[in-house]
């Protein structure tokens, strides 16, 4: 599976768009795209997935650019509940195929 | 939608002593499931993948007669971690994947803190 490069940690303010990127320049054509987070002590929760178009859901949104070797992660008005590491992850959809983390995203909401 | 139980969430042990934790699919059937290990501000690292009926595939550097993995049915997978040490405390996460699930991924247990003392 492709290796993915986000930033360590990154603030917003409560309120205000989270834009989360990620980096996968050797993204493949037929892996997807996922994000996962985590809450502290918790196990990890899917967001969103995508292959190649933009994809929104309740949680949040993902831009995939044209050349998919990069992403960013939409939470549309961020809450204090949003803080938490959030994973970008590419894989095979696949029987069988695991999922690798990387380092992820720390996200801090600031009230 | 999927949800992966696992448990217990916390267990505390001495050293030398054998811990099990159980992780099961609630509403569908994983005939794959996979353990993570998490250490304290460090990512998740995939450890095995469970097979039911089948055994275990250990990810390379990690030791299978020290983390014994057991798929017997379509809902549940265990890991014993065995002869357990200090080392072997941290945050042990299942996940397992709902092939009926819209997204194709994978559904996370809420993970067991395991500390040996």
């Known amino acids: 599976d492709a290796k993915t490069t986000q930033p360590p940690s990154m603030d917003c303010a409560e309120g205000r768009a989270a834009n989360l990127p990620c980096n996968h320049s050797?993204?493949?054509?037929?892996?997807?795209v996922y994000w996962y987070r985590q809450i502290h002590s918790q196990g990890p929760q899917y967001i969103i997935h995508?292959?190649?178009n933009n994809e929104t859901n309740e949680m949040a949104s993902l831009i995939i650019t044209e050349d998919r070797k990069s992403s960013t992660l939409i939470l549309p008005h961020a809450t204090l509940r949003d803080t938490a590491v959030y994973y970008c992850?590419?894989?095979?959809?696949?029987?069988?195929?695991?999922?690798?983390f990387g380092t992820g995203t720390s996200l801090t909401v600031i009230p | 939608g999927a949800v992966v139980s696992q448990h217990p969430s916390r267990v505390i042990c001495k050293s030398g002593t054998s811990v099990k934790i159980e992780c099961r699919s609630l509403?569908?059937?994983?005939?794959?499931m996979f353990w993570y290990r998490q250490f304290p501000k460090q990512s998740l690292m995939l450890m095995a993948t469970?097979?039911?009926?089948?055994?275990?595939?250990?990810e390379q550097g990690v030791e299978k007669d020290k983390f014994l993995i057991n798929h017997a049915s379509l809902t549940l997978s265990t890991l014993t971690v065995t002869s357990a040490h200090p080392e072997d405390s941290s945050f042990y996460i299942c996940?397992?994947?709902?092939?009926?699930?819209?997204?194709?991924?994978?559904?996370f247990g809420s993970g067991t803190r395991l500390t040996v003392v």
């Open positions: 995508g292959l190649k």
């Open positions: 469970s097979n039911e009926g089948s055994k275990a595939t250990y």
């Open positions: 992850i590419v894989r095979l959809v696949s029987t069988g195929n695991q999922f690798y």
């Open positions: 050797t993204i493949s054509g037929n892996e997807y």
């Open positions: 996940s397992a994947r709902d092939t009926t699930g819209g997204h194709y991924g994978y559904t």
């Open positions: 509403d569908f059937q994983a005939t794959t």
